[in-house]
């Protein structure tokens, strides 16, 4: 009875100094259910929520195809994909269907909160098309500008 105990008291100590890394935002957050592979991102378990989100989001940025190991992506971590896009599509370097089909890929879920208005709509009436919803996107004249000035 004595070991459990001192594993379970070991590991608390170790949430809470930090020591351990985290893949979920706490019990009880607006998204409990975004998920993170801790591989891909080394975020310490005594982080605040909203370090822990501007983090992934810069991570996004930098590296756009991490995305693709965050589950139900919160909004903001959304419109950090959708700003590369965007960057993307304006500098015509290249068609970002890779990037379009992560975000389809996370709307696939119905737990996945919406980032944009009628973007769900358009993926699921094409079919998770990704030349639709850059089709979409790219109809938008100032598509993201918008999202960002309602936070």
Not at 47 to 72: D, G, M, W, Y
Not at 119 to 133: F, H, M, P, W
Request: with cysteine; hydrophobic share 40%.
């Amino acid at each position: 009875m004595l070991i459990p105990t001192l594993l379970q008291a070991l590991a608390y100590v170790s949430r809470v100094c930090g020591f351990d890394t985290v893949d979920s935002f706490p019990p009880g957050h607006q998204y409990a259910r975004t998920r993170w592979n801790r591989a891909y991102f080394d975020i310490a378990s005594d982080v605040k929520p909203e370090q822990i989100e501007r983090s992934l989001c810069e991570s996004i940025t930098n590296t756009p195809l991490i995305f693709a190991h965050i589950t139900h992506p919160t909004p903001r971590m959304q419109r950090a994909l959708l700003a590369v896009i965007e960057t993307r599509m304006r500098r015509s370097c290249g068609s970002p269907t890779d990037l379009v089909a992560l975000l389809v890929n996370a709307y696939r879920s119905p737990q996945t909160p919406d980032a944009m208005p009628n973007l769900r709509k358009v993926i699921e009436d094409s079919g998770y098309d990704t030349n639709a919803v850059l089709g979409f996107l790219g109809s938008m004249p100032s598509a993201f500008d918008v999202i960002e000035a309602a936070h």
